[in-house]
Structure formats: structure tokens, C-alpha cells
């Protein structure tokens, strides 16, 4: 593929594929692209059948150049005359340098260069390039999503520690995982480099992988790329004889077939399991600090009620640096896969997993620590034991990669930056929280070795032609190094007036002058939220059959008591709820779904409740409900209706247009939080009722 660049100054970039970083004076970012819209499909040829691995070779920025950060975009969708893959399959994204040292390449030939086997690349981990992982993603289940969907989703993901390596001439690998559909699923992918210009906070000397892969594979899966070039971990549990000894008694198997099933389960426990390994790196001489940076899940399930599994239960995992300190403890789960961007999906996408959802990138887990003395430095990895299912054929396990960075000095004491903002903003991955009428959601960042107590925080609507009226908040709390904050900013500001731009500035950490103040600004990209015509709403509910796992409410932005909530719904009814509110305000809808996880995991603490919408295939017998709001006279406005495979909730802000003189009994809408509770029964009203 040609190497496609680009170099966009500060102004352009705040609407470029949703990277809505901004500089504070002008500097640039240069855009680097793998993959353009390009088709990823499933390939039964392929080394290891039912996944597909596409190359690109990319030119990078020179070693001499300094980054402030690095992002990567992942942009995906179906391709034409194709449907997407149906499965959640893992697909993961590599590069590597095809002209660097590794130890476990062959000679050099004569002109220098290192020789490349013929498969591309060598999985095996003897001989090939070294590839190091920057990327895991897990598909969503598409078997509901076709070509004329025109589905398209985005996510954003920093690639900062891995600044080092993105250098020079580098090859890059994007690999699908799948089960079925061979020559028929597929992506179109776009896959981006963002390098934002300027003094990087800490400079990143070196990245090594983790290395138990080297010595722990699966025999279900022998020759992954991850498992020797990521440092892939997996863990398929211990031998536990009382267990295996009474399934034995119940099998039909001979006698010489039972002993040799007991010798491969326990040859498996003591070659495979990996209770707790220590892993002794070399630090540089100029190292400072060392960030460990981890991507974990469990896959597979098992058949017995009464055995743990990976995909659907929890397990801890401890760390451990320079012999026992504790680096971090952590249940490895996700509680939110009913909360995330994509959706709907097909296949069972709201249930809660160990550490990853269908459909979203798996989070990587940072760890930071500081190592300024000796030469080598060590990492513990504990992992909570679980144990074989002997009547299971495939054994469920954890997939870990991860690596080692470590950096030099850190380059300021006081540097507090917009990591991010939340809301207002119009990318995909922040789709659940957006448009807003609210205070915007903004995310700090310490880069400073400072700890950081105090920030100055001013916010406003841009818009071009006038002046911007600016609101003013500090923030107080306690930040460490390289720590970062969500930070909810309580104030009302005029969404209104189709799409716009929103703009916040950070300033005086702890009191003082900022040290580096091309990271203060962050500039993003919004749509205005629904602005319905001033008469009554009416919320319109059909229950399904479970119809207690639901509740909603309405909330006017800023007031802590709901002006409507309800519970109490009756099976498979109609619910109309006209609500009068206050003209010209900011108001909330939320309406909830939780339920008792399905099956053997209902007893787990984490997975006790999943939400699967008015309507999820999974559970069909529950029927289908459906749920809107209209204006009640339908041509002051327009109706929502909302998706009922939404997952665990949905939060819809909204707005009231005013239309004429404000009344009288409006005058206090600057009146405090207490004042407007006690005014809202005046104010505000709520007629409802039930049809079959």
C-alpha cells in the first residue's frame, strides 16, 4: 500500500477522524496511514485458517524528531457486497522493523540487510523480525450488520509508549481473528499514526515485551504470533487429581485410556499453568521510570456448573516489582459491556466479561514506577489458580501481552494537560454520552512530578463571528505523576444553535505557572442535544416480560430530585406519561435495564446483573418492548424513538425551546438547587397512566 501522509496544522486537526487534540500555539501533527478503507476479509488459506493478517509498510517520523504524543485511529466497518465477521473474534494490530538487529533473526546477507523467511511473518518465533503488539480489539458480532447498513464506528488509542519503535520504516500487521465465512466476512479498516509535535513529558528510551510466551504456550493454539513476539501468556488452570479421579469413574474409557488422559492433564497443569513467574530486565542508564503496560482476558467456557471459567467469572492478578513490593492487585473483569459504543449487535454482547467487551479495544492496565538506581529490575505476575474441566475439549484461558517501557527524566515539575474530553463531543466511542445540555466532562492529566492539588479551568462555546462568553471553575483534589482525573464540570452552558465547538484551558497547577503550556488546550468538535417544542412530553413505554428489571426517571440538569421517576411497571402493558417542564432548560432522561446474569454465573459478585434492553434474542421470551418520546402536539416538534437492544441504559439530554414571553413563575431559574426543588411541583407536572 502507498504510504499515505499528512501534515495538519492545529486549526485543521480539530475535525480530523475525531482527534480533537489541539495545540494552544500553532504546531502540527503529522498523520501517518497503514491502512485506507481497506478490505479485510476472512481467508481459509491463511496460515492459521479462519484468521487473515494484512501488511503495510509505513515511513515514520525520523528518531531525531520529538513527540509530545503519539494517538492511533482504528476505523472500521462492512465492506461492499460483503457482511461483516459474525463473530467476536480478536484481532490484534503489530509492527515491527524489518531492517533492525533481533537477536533471533539469521545473519546479515551482503548488502546488510537481514534475510526474511518466506511466510510473512514467521510465527513460530525461531527466526523473523520481532513484532510488538500495539493494538488488541475484539470485533463485535456483526451477523445483523450488512454492507447497506452503511455501519461505520471509530476508536481512538494512545500509542505514546511505543513512540521509540513507531520510527523510520516499519512494517505493519493487522490481523482478523474469525471462526466461519470464509471468503465472505470481512472489515474495511483505516488504520492512522498521529504525532503531535513538541517536548514529550518523559522520553521513552526502550520497549521489550513480556517474555513468559517464550516458554508457556497453548497446545490448542501453537503458533499465534503473540504468543512469541507479545510475550502471550495461556493459562489453562491446575490438575486437580479428586476432580479428574471422578470424572474417570464415570467414563466408559478403558483402563490404559484413563491412564494416559491422567498423564496429559497433569503434563498439561506443570508445562502450562503459570501460578507466578519473575521476569529480570536491564535497565538503562538513563532510565527514571518504567511504566508496565498489560492487556489481559479470559476466553473460552465451561460446561460444569460448578467450575470457574475465563470468559464469565473473575480472577485476581498480582504484581509485583523488585522483589515484593506491590506494583497492583486487580480482578480481571469488565462490568460495563452493557454501556459500550457499539451497539446494537447481534450474539451476546451486553454480558459482562474478564476483561473485554464485543465490540471495544481491551483495555490495556499502566502501571508506573520509579527506578533510578542498579542495573536490572524484576516483574512478578501472580495469577489466582483455577482448574481443568476434564470433560471440556477445549480448555477456557487467559491471553496476556504486554510490555516493558522504560523512560528517561521526567522533562517538567508542573505540567498539567487535557488528557481528553468527553462531552460535548462528536466521536463515535463517546456516542453514549452525547449531545449533552449539561457541564462538560473533561479529563485531567499530570504530566509533572509535582503533585497536583489546584487547577484553573476556563470553558466556552466557540463560535465564529462572535465573541466567547468564557465560565470559570477550579478544580481541587490530589493528582500524582501521570495520573489522570475525570473531571465533571458543574456548569450550564447554550448548546443551542447547531453544531459548534467547544473549547477548554487548564492553568496555574497549584498556583504556579505551567511549564509547559502547548498541552492547556483541548478543542472538540459537538452537536447541539434535541430541543423539543415548549408543550407536553409524552414518554410512550411498551413493557416486555420483564418488566421489573426497569426503571426511568427525568431530571432537570443541576437538581438532584427526579421531576418524574418510576419503577412499578406492570408485564407486557402500554405506559403513556405526559410531562410539562420548565421552558428554556436543561433536562436528563434516563430509562434502565438490569437483570440477573443468565445461566451457572448468576452466583458471581460481578457478573449478578447484565442489561439487555427492551429486546435481546438471547432471552426472546421475554418479548419485545419499545420506548419514545414525542411532543404532544407533533408538529411543535419531533420524536425520539430509542433502539430497544440498547444494552444496560440509556441517558438521552434534552432541551425545552421557549416560544414566547417567559411567565411569571419562570423568574428563578437562577434560584439554588433547594429553591427549585420546592418550586418544580408548581412548575412542572406529570399526568400518566396504562393501556393494554
Not at 508445562?271 to 476466553?299: A, C
Not at 474530553?421 to 512530578?449: E, F
Amino acid at each position: 500500500m502507498k504510504n499515505k501522509v499528512q501534515k495538519i496544522q492545529f486549526a485543521v486537526l480539530l475535525t480530523f477522524l475525531g482527534l480533537n487534540y489541539a495545540w494552544a500555539s500553532p504546531g502540527d501533527t503529522l498523520v501517518y496511514y497503514a491502512f485506507d478503507r481497506a478490505p479485510i476479509e476472512l481467508d481459509e488459506n491463511s496460515i492459521n485458517a479462519g484468521q487473515a493478517t494484512y501488511y503495510a509498510h509505513v515511513g515514520l517520523p525520523k528518531r531525531k524528531e520529538k513527540f509530545h504524543k503519539v494517538y492511533g485511529i482504528l476505523e472500521y466497518g462492512c465492506f461492499p457486497e460483503r457482511p461483516c465477521v459474525k463473530w467476536d473474534t480478536s484481532s490484534s494490530l503489530y509492527i515491527t522493523h524489518l531492517e533492525l538487529p533481533d537477536k533471533n533473526l539469521p545473519k546479515r546477507s551482503k548488502n546488510g540487510r537481514y534475510k526474511r523467511t518466506k511466510e510473512r511473518p514467521n510465527w513460530d518465533g525461531k527466526i523473523g523480525p520481532r513484532y510488538y503488539e500495539l493494538l488488541t480489539w475484539i470485533t463485535p458480532f456483526g451477523s445483523n450488520r450488512h454492507a447497506d447498513d452503511d455501519f461505520r464506528a471509530s476508536f481512538s488509542f494512545d500509542l505514546t509508549d511505543f513512540s521509540s519503535i513507531l520510527r523510520d520504516s516499519v512494517e505493519v500487521a493487522f490481523r482478523l481473528g474469525g471462526f466461519y465465512g470464509f471468503g465472505t466476512e470481512g472489515l474495511e479498516v483505516t488504520v492512522s499514526f498521529h504525532f503531535i509535535e513538541g517536548t514529550p513529558a518523559r522520553e521513552a528510551i526502550s520497549v521489550e515485551p513480556l517474555r513468559w510466551g517464550w516458554k508457556l504456550r497453548s497446545p490448542d493454539y501453537p503458533g499465534r504470533p503473540a504468543d512469541q513476539h507479545s510475550g502471550t501468556f495461556f493459562g489453562h488452570g491446575i490438575y486437580e487429581k479428586t476432580r479428574v479421579e471422578k470424572y474417570l469413574a464415570e467414563s466408559s474409557l478403558t483402563d490404559k485410556e484413563k491412564d494416559d488422559k491422567r498423564r496429559q492433564w497433569k503434563l498439561l497443569n506443570e508445562e502450562v499453568f503459570l501460578k507466578q513467574e519473575t521476569l529480570v530486565y536491564k535497565r538503562n542508564r538513563k532510565t527514571s521510570s518504567v511504566r508496565l503496560r498489560i492487556v489481559q482476558w479470559g476466553s473460552g467456557a465451561h460446561n460444569q456448573n460448578d467450575t470457574p471459567c475465563m470468559e464469565f467469572c473473575p480472577g485476581t492478578r498480582t504484581i509485583y516489582y523488585n522483589g515484593r513490593q506491590l506494583l497492583g492487585r486487580k480482578r480481571i473483569w469488565r462490568g460495563d459491556c452493557g454501556l459500550t459504543a457499539t451497539y446494537p449487535q447481534a450474539g451476546t454482547w451486553p454480558f459482562d466479561r474478564a476483561g473485554w467487551c464485543p465490540g471495544d479495544l481491551v483495555i490495556p492496565d499502566e502501571y508506573d514506577f520509579f527506578v533510578s538506581t542498579g542495573k536490572e529490575f524484576d516483574i512478578t505476575l501472580s495469577m489466582q489458580p483455577f482448574y481443568l474441566d476434564p470433560a471440556q475439549k477445549k480448555t477456557p484461558r487467559y491471553q496476556i501481552t504486554g510490555n516493558v517501557i522504560q523512560y528517561g527524566k521526567p522533562a517538567f515539575g508542573r505540567d498539567v494537560a487535557v488528557d481528553d474530553v468527553k462531552a460535548p463531543n462528536d466521536v463515535y466511542w463517546y456516542r453514549r454520552l452525547n449531545p449533552i445540555c449539561g457541564g462538560p466532562i473533561i479529563v485531567l492529566k499530570n504530566n509533572g512530578t509535582e503533585r497536583l492539588n489546584t487547577v484553573d479551568i476556563r470553558y466556552g462555546i466557540v463560535r465564529g463571528g462572535q465573541e466567547t462568553v468564557w465560565s470559570k471553575t477550579q478544580w481541587r483534589g490530589r493528582l500524582g505523576f501521570m495520573e489522570k482525573k475525570v473531571v465533571e464540570i458543574d456548569g450550564l452552558l447554550d448548546w443551542k444553535g447547531g453544531p459548534g465547538r467547544f473549547e477548554v484551558h487548564v492553568s496555574n497547577p497549584n498556583g504556579r505557572e505551567d511549564q509547559y503550556p502547548l498541552n492547556n488546550v483541548y478543542r472538540t468538535n459537538y452537536v447541539p442535544p434535541p430541543s423539543y417544542a415548549e408543550s407536553k412530553l409524552k414518554i410512550k413505554l411498551k413493557t416486555n416480560f420483564s418488566p421489573k428489571e426497569n426503571w426511568m426517571n427525568v431530571k432537570r440538569y443541576g437538581v438532584k430530585r427526579p421531576i418524574y421517576e418510576r419503577k412499578d411497571f406492570d408485564i407486557n402493558k402500554k405506559v403513556e406519561e405526559a410531562i410539562k417542564l420548565k421552558r428554556d432548560a436543561c433536562y436528563i432522561f434516563t430509562f434502565s435495564d438490569e437483570g440477573p446474569t443468565p445461566g451457572r454465573y448468576k452466583d458471581i459478585k460481578e457478573a449478578r446483573k447484565y442489561g439487555d434492553g427492551l429486546f435481546h434474542w438471547y432471552r426472546a421470551l421475554d418479548g419485545k418492548g419499545s420506548l419514545e418520546i414525542e411532543n404532544e402536539d407533533v408538529n411543535l416538534g419531533f420524536n425520539t424513538v430509542f433502539e430497544p437492544d440498547f444494552g444496560s441504559r440509556l441517558t438521552h439530554y434534552f432541551t425545552i425551546e421557549k416560544e414566547g414571553p417567559e411567565d411569571e413563575d419562570d423568574d428563578d431559574d437562577d434560584d439554588d438547587d433547594d429553591d427549585e426543588d420546592e418550586d418544580e411541583d408548581e412548575e412542572e407536572e406529570v399526568e400518566g397512566g396504562e393501556t393494554e
